[in-house]
């Protein structure tokens, strides 16, 4: 099971921190990611990450702004997002892939229940 927080209301050029812990299983050799999906939008990618945290991947809409990490004595994924937009505005999703690397969304596997951030201009 995965559980995100950290989601909430910020002002555009805010930051905000989601945090992501998965429990009944560790998850040091998973690919991890975050997803989000807009209102009215298809889900997208946003970052993932590699099981030993050393290669990552980030969509351009939020390069340079958006840093993920993985601390896996916590069972933990973390999306640090700076500069913040009111295009960032969605449901935010952390999930889990049966890979230790992945980019496509139908190789996650076990997915989070979403957190909500939502960037005012």
């Known amino acids: 099971q995965l559980q995100a927080s950290g989601g909430g209301l910020v002002q555009a050029g805010g930051s905000l921190r989601l945090s992501c812990t998965a429990s009944?299983?560790?998850?040091?050799?998973?690919?991890l990611g975050w997803f989000r999906q807009a209102p009215g939008k298809e889900r997208e990618l946003v970052a993932v990450i590699s099981g030993n945290g050393g290669s990552t991947y980030y969509a351009d809409s939020v390069k340079g702004r958006f840093t993920i990490s993985r601390d896996n004595a916590k069972n933990t994924v973390y999306l640090q997002m700076n500069s913040l937009k009111p295009e960032d505005t969605a449901v935010h999703y952390c999930?889990?892939?049966?890979?230790?690397?992945?980019?496509?969304?139908?190789?996650?596997?076990?997915w989070g229940q979403g957190t909500l951030v939502t960037v005012s201009s």
């Open positions: 999930a889990a892939s049966g890979k230790i690397y992945s980019r496509l969304s139908n190789e996650y596997r076990y």
């Open positions: 009944g299983r560790t998850i040091s050799s998973y690919g």
